[in-house]
């Protein structure tokens, strides 16, 4: 189930980005499907969710995140639980180019 509404990068470093999901918030649910929806990504090293904050931190092996497809896998992800996102914005800060170029 897409989640809609304000979400930000609110940190980042090589290996790991924490995002704000305000509808994160006391849905337990949706951080399960959070944390499925990312499950098996490569590069992907873990997905921790926090409903009290709407945090969702990923951490990931900058070598291999956007390696083996380009960061597709995680771009299509990413669009289809936080479609208010910007992903483009979270591909370029893990070093890859943003969709179309």
Same mark, same amino acid.
């Given at each position: 189930?897409?989640?809609?509404?304000?979400?930000?990068? !609110?940190?980042?470093?090589?290996? +790991? !980005?924490?995002? +704000? !999901?305000?509808?994160?918030?006391?849905?337990?649910?949706?951080?399960?499907?959070?944390?499925?929806?990312?499950?098996?990504?490569?590069?992907?090293?873990?997905?921790?969710?926090?409903?009290?904050?709407?945090?969702?931190?990923?951490?990931?092996?900058?070598?291999?995140?956007?390696?083996?497809?380009?960061?597709?896998?995680?771009?299509?992800?990413?669009?289809?639980?936080?479609? &208010?996102? &910007?992903? &483009?914005?979270?591909?370029?800060?893990?070093?890859?180019?943003?969709?179309? +170029?």
């Amino acid at each position: 189930m897409p989640i809609r509404g304000e979400i930000r990068i !609110v940190h980042f470093l090589p290996g +790991r !980005v924490r995002l +704000r !999901v305000a509808a994160l918030k006391g849905q337990p649910q949706l951080a399960q499907e959070i944390q499925a929806a990312f499950d098996g990504l490569p590069g992907l090293t873990g997905i921790r969710t926090n409903t009290a904050t709407g945090s969702v931190l990923i951490t990931y092996d900058p070598h291999r995140i956007l390696a083996e497809d380009g960061g597709e896998r995680l771009r299509t992800v990413l669009q289809q639980q936080l479609p &208010d996102l &910007d992903v &483009d914005q979270v591909i370029r800060a893990l070093g890859g180019s943003p969709q179309g +170029r």
